[in-house]
């Protein structure tokens, strides 16, 4: 009998070792993050939702219109098309990578509200400019079949780059905003580009079928630019009250 005492001694300490070894890991299953269910702060709720419908809406807003302009100095053809479409992708790429750069180095809504209020602004300037840009580079980029593609690719470039590039901002911007936990993070990416999405199906429609025949090509960036400049005061005045408070 002493001689099979160890053997049991050993059974009941290597049952205590994996009793120990199974039970470690519960804490860390119970430590899965998930989603927040804290109220969201002034800046980010409705105001930031309608923020990135409207931006979205605009960005293909301001496309459509482009091409308006830029047909009696080029006409519409495929290559100025080409052009038009090409250039706002690529600007709408940069204001994607500049958005998540910015949003994380100042992740407030006070900032993204800064943002699109000069987005709106250099939206309202677009009217004002184009006679001039689109003469000059009519004049100066145009004067032979083989060198014809430059002119509106330029002007393109001077008149629609900066405020497309900060449209593109928007989305990746309020993403930052909205996240609140790691388990709720792609079901708020996945929303807000849908809804931004939702709003560029709009921007494309509206202006074609609607603003641009009753109001004209002018008239209509005007009106994008003031619904994108008021809800961005707002969204600047209701962040100033809330600082104020504090």
């Known amino acids: 009998m002493p001689a099979t005492r160890p053997s049991s001694v050993r059974r009941s300490r290597s049952r205590k070792t994996a009793h120990e070894k ?10 899965v993050a998930q989603p927040s ?13 309608a923020l990135v419908f409207l931006g979205g809406m605009s960005s293909l807003a301001v496309e459509m219109t482009a091409a308006r302009l830029v047909a009696p100095f080029y006409g519409d053809s495929q290559f100025v098309w080409a052009n038009v479409i090409g250039l706002t992708l690529i600007y709408l790429t940069l204001g994607y990578y500049l958005g ?7 992740p407030q809504p006070l900032a993204l509200y800064r943002l699109t209020a000069f987005a709106a602004a250099t939206i309202g300037l677009i009217p004002l400019l184009a006679s001039t840009v689109l003469g ?3 004049q100066t980029f145009a004067q032979s079949a083989s060198d014809i593609s ?7 470039l001077l008149l629609f780059s900066l405020p497309v590039i900060l449209l593109g901002c928007v989305s990746p911007f309020a993403i930052r905003l909205r996240v609140r936990a790691v388990g709720s993070a792609g079901r708020t990416a996945g929303w807000l580009y849908a809804l931004s999405t939702v709003g560029s199906i709009l921007g494309t429609f509206v202006p074609v079928f609607w603003l641009m025949p009753t109001y ?7 009106i994008f630019a003031g619904l994108l400049m008021a809800i961005s005061t707002l969204g600047l005045l209701v962040q100033a009250r809330r600082l104020k408070g504090t």
């Open 100 to 106: 998540g750069r910015l949003a994380d180095r100042a």
């Open 216 to 222: 004209g090509t002018r008239a209509t960036i005007f």
């Open 37 to 49: 269910d804290e109220p969201t702060a002034p800046g980010q709720g409705w105001l930031l939702v």
């Open 150 to 156: 430059a002119g509106p690719l330029i002007a393109v």
């Open 22 to 31: 199974g039970g470690a890991p519960k804490p860390q299953a119970e430590a």
């Open 136 to 138: 000059w580079t009519e």
